[in-house]
């Protein structure tokens, strides 16, 4: 089983900067995927960002490029979003995610799972 754990939420203003960390354990896969995707209640969870290991592919979705910069730390099985110039659009539940192969844009094709942090942005 892999755990993921995600830090660094809260509130933050329309404008403001909120820069999220996640750090995998337990079976994380040599090769693998890890990113971003949120949810807001009565919605579907939505892709935010992704990157693969080993300094391959990055994604992101196109409401946040431009924005948003995900990182990973491989040797701490990391992963980070630093976001800036947030807007209240982007208020959300915020999960880490981590997959095998390579990337997606689909939310759903991730296997792996944080509890998820919350991020509010205040007009």
């Known amino acids: 089983q892999v755990q993921l754990v995600e830090s660094g939420g809260g509130e933050v203003q329309s404008g403001g900067s909120l820069r999220l960390s996640c750090v995998a354990s337990?079976?994380?896969?040599?090769?693998?995927?890890m990113g971003w995707v949120r949810q807001v209640p009565g919605k579907e969870r939505e892709f935010v960002a992704a990157?693969?290991?080993?300094?391959?592919?990055?994604y992101y979705a196109d409401n946040v490029k431009g924005r948003f910069t995900i990182s990973r730390d491989n040797a701490k099985n990391a992963v980070y979003l630093q976001k800036n110039n947030v807007k209240p659009e982007d208020t959300a539940v915020y999960y880490c995610?981590?997959?095998?192969?390579?990337?997606?844009?689909?939310?759903?094709?991730?296997?792996?799972w944080g509890q998820g942090t919350q991020v509010t942005v205040s007009s």
């Open positions: 995610e981590m997959k095998p192969g390579s990337g997606s844009y689909r939310a759903a094709d991730y296997d792996y």
């Open positions: 337990g079976r994380t896969l040599s090769t693998n995927v």
């Open positions: 990157k693969r290991y080993g300094g391959g592919g990055t």
